[in-house]
Nanobody, 127 residues
């Protein structure tokens, strides 16, 4: 079991940056591949980025490729999402998630593969 708590959201102007953090407690996050998802009002939850257990492999949604960077600090049990050149369409609640299969070697963009979720943090980008 792992518990996840996101932080770092807020209000930022278009073109600005934010860094989201996802702090884990319980079982160490190095046992799980991790992902970030987001959900805008009236829309389905969508994949943003994922990172492997070791942190050596990352995968991004096309809409954030080149602007967002996912990383993990295994020693501190924390996963980050650095978001640069933010756009109004990035406005959403951002969720951190841990893969449902402990010790899974791959990464996934499918939300149904994730078994543990944080409560979310709001990101609002003004134009």
């Amino acid at each position: 079991q792992v518990q996840l708590v996101e932080s770092g959201g807020g209000l930022v102007q278009a073109g600005g940056s934010l860094r989201l953090s996802c702090a884990a407690s319980g079982r160490t996050t190095s046992s799980y591949s991790m992902g970030w998802f987001r959900q805008a009002p009236g829309k389905e939850r969508e994949f943003v980025a994922a990172i492997s257990r070791s942190g050596s492999v990352a995968y991004y949604a096309e809409s954030v490729q080149g602007r967002f960077t996912i990383s993990r600090d295994i020693a501190n049990n924390t996963v980050y999402l650095q978001m640069n050149t933010l756009k109004p369409e990035d406005t959403a609640v951002y969720y951190c998630a841990a893969h449902a299969a402990v010790l899974y070697h791959g990464i996934s963009s499918n939300s149904r593969d994730y078994g543990y979720w944080g409560q979310g943090t709001q990101v609002t980008v003004s134009s």
